[in-house]
């Protein structure tokens, strides 16, 4: 089962929203998810608990769900063009928060990082060229090669001192003449490592002596609950790496709203660019207006998110255990989009006891399609 506590922000009880100024936002309040179509709760019946995929149960920031009304009630969801003052909000929170300066015609507008995953394998290798990517690792950096008929090594990562590390002499043996992507995911998932200045530094060397391109997947890089680890994105460290590099990074995961969807690419060279972006509008569709909203509101409105390491002892997640939620029926035609009523179901729910769900539903639930083709959970 991937479950990604390394990476879980239901620890922290405390947004940023200007500097200094300070939310308290409830994480522990749960939500009710089953029946809106979460691919996370509907993806097991009864008593399971899914923990198999990083889509949290906390409602997005309040700034997030007041972009997203206003948007509601323009009442047109056109095509949408990706907007320039969210590339400018990226540009200046890279620079707030990692000191990165990054052009803005770096910056590749997608719908999420999993489509980077695979535009980098299919785009920017060829056929008969190979990849490396760390095991265990978020399954789409292993399905991307798989999928664009490349080969590639699994580099195993080691347990080191409670930390999943590379093992460095592991990683140079598996490079061979015709390796040319270094995956990476960092914060990493599942291990939840976040990998050091001096770990990336020598990553980033290797890649420079043999030639590869790295492509690094830093979706989780805005929950991190370690005071005075702070994330480095590796193509920060130096001109030489960030010209090899394609970074991924998305508001997603910290702000809780992958449904909406809306994701980054960064990338300085401009043939490296091209390529990777060649037949984007192909294969890939624009992220939806909702998920440009949601992306720029939460940058313009969330700081960061404080950390909350100090709090961990007294803040263990609670498994959310089954029992706890009471199962809603599936939203009926009526229903859909009902969400001030859907709202009302779910502010009832911690006084309702659980009933079992029916048996049919249960069945029904069991039988349901995988969320990816190919995807099984261990
Ligand atoms: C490491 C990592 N990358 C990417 C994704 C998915 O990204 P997106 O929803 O933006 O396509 C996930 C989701 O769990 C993930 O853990």
Same mark, same amino acid.
């Given at each position: 089962?991937?479950?990604?506590?390394?990476?879980?922000?239901?620890?922290?009880?405390?947004?940023?929203?200007?500097?200094? @100024?300070?939310?308290?936002?409830?994480?522990? !309040?749960?939500?009710? /998810?089953?029946?809106?179509?979460?691919?996370? %709760?509907?993806?097991?019946?009864?008593?399971?608990?899914?923990?198999?995929? !990083?889509?949290?149960?906390?409602?997005?920031?309040?700034?997030?769900?007041?972009?997203?009304?206003?948007?509601?009630?323009?009442?047109?969801?056109?095509?949408?063009?990706?907007?320039?003052?969210?590339?400018?909000?990226?540009?200046?929170?890279?620079?707030?928060?990692?000191?990165?300066?990054?052009?803005?015609? %770096?910056?590749?507008?997608?719908?999420?990082?999993?489509?980077?995953?695979?535009?980098?394998?299919?785009?920017?290798? #060829?056929?008969?060229?190979?990849?490396?990517?760390?095991?265990?690792?978020?399954?789409?950096?292993?399905?991307?090669?798989?999928?664009?008929? #490349?080969?590639?090594?699994?580099?195993?990562?080691?347990?080191?001192?409670?930390?999943?590390?590379?093992?460095?002499?592991?990683?140079?043996?598996?490079?061979?003449?015709?390796?040319?992507?270094? @995956?990476?995911?960092?914060?990493?998932?599942?291990?939840?490592?976040?990998?050091? #200045?001096?770990?990336?530094?020598?990553?980033?060397?290797?890649?420079?002596?043999?030639?590869?391109?790295?492509?690094?997947?830093?979706?989780?890089?805005?929950?991190?609950?370690?005071?005075?680890?702070?994330?480095?994105?590796?193509?920060?460290?130096?001109?030489?790496?960030?010209?090899?590099?394609?970074?991924?990074?998305?508001?997603?995961? &910290?702000?809780?709203?992958? *449904?909406?969807?809306?994701?980054?690419?960064?990338?300085?060279?401009?043939?490296?660019?091209?390529?990777?972006?060649?037949?984007?509008?192909?294969?890939?569709?624009?992220? @939806?207006?909702?998920?440009?909203?949601? !992306?720029?509101?939460?940058? /313009?409105?969330? /700081?960061?998110?404080?950390?909350?390491?100090?709090?961990?002892?007294?803040?263990?997640?609670?498994?959310? =255990?089954? +029992?706890?939620?009471?199962?809603?029926?599936?939203?009926? *035609?009526? +229903?859909?989009?009902?969400?001030?009523?859907?709202? =009302?179901?779910? *502010?009832?729910? =911690? /006084?309702?006891?659980?009933? !079992?769900?029916?048996?049919?539903?249960?069945?029904?639930? &069991? =039988?349901?399609?995988?969320?990816?083709?190919?995807?099984?959970?261990?």
């Amino acid at each position: 089962m991937v479950f990604d506590a390394g990476h879980c922000p239901a620890f922290l009880s405390v947004l940023e929203v200007s500097m200094g @100024s300070r939310i308290e936002f409830d994480f522990d !309040a749960p939500v009710e /998810r089953r029946g809106s179509w979460s691919t996370r %709760w509907e993806r097991y019946a009864g008593d399971v608990i899914p923990l198999w995929v !990083a889509d949290t149960d906390f409602r997005a920031p309040p700034a997030v769900l007041e972009a997203m009304h206003r948007r509601l009630e323009h009442g047109i969801f056109g095509y949408s063009a990706p907007p320039v003052e969210l590339r400018d909000a990226l540009i200046a929170r890279l620079a707030r928060l990692y000191r990165w300066k990054v052009e803005a015609d %770096w910056v590749v507008f997608l719908s999420g990082v999993v489509p980077g995953l695979h535009l980098a394998a299919r785009h920017l290798t #060829r056929p008969g060229e190979h990849i490396l990517v760390p095991l265990p690792v978020y399954h789409h950096l292993k399905r991307a090669p798989v999928q664009a008929g #490349r080969a590639h090594a699994d580099v195993p990562l080691v347990l080191s001192a409670g930390r999943w590390v590379f093992d460095e002499d592991r990683l140079k043996a598996s490079i061979r003449p015709n390796t040319r992507l270094l @995956s990476l995911c960092n914060p990493q998932n599942p291990g939840g490592t976040i990998f050091t #200045r001096a770990e990336l530094g020598r990553l980033a060397g290797l890649a420079l002596e043999h030639g590869l391109l790295v492509c690094s997947d830093e979706i989780h890089a805005e929950i991190l609950l370690d005071e005075g680890k702070p994330h480095v994105p590796i193509a920060s460290l130096s001109p030489e790496i960030s010209r090899r590099t394609v970074t991924l990074v998305s508001p997603n995961k &910290a702000f809780g709203f992958p *449904g909406a969807g809306c994701a980054f690419a960064i990338i300085e060279d401009p043939e490296l660019r091209r390529a990777f972006s060649a037949d984007h509008h192909a294969t890939v569709h624009d992220a @939806s207006v909702f998920g440009y909203e949601a !992306a720029l509101a939460a940058y /313009r409105g969330v /700081r960061r998110l404080a950390r909350g390491a100090a709090r961990l002892p007294a803040r263990q997640p609670r498994p959310c =255990r089954a +029992r706890d939620r009471r199962p809603a029926g599936p939203l009926d *035609g009526a +229903r859909r989009g009902d969400l001030p009523r859907l709202d =009302r179901r779910l *502010g009832t729910r =911690r /006084r309702r006891p659980a009933p !079992a769900l029916p048996g049919p539903r249960r069945r029904a639930l &069991a =039988r349901q399609p995988v969320w990816q083709p190919g995807f099984r959970a261990p």
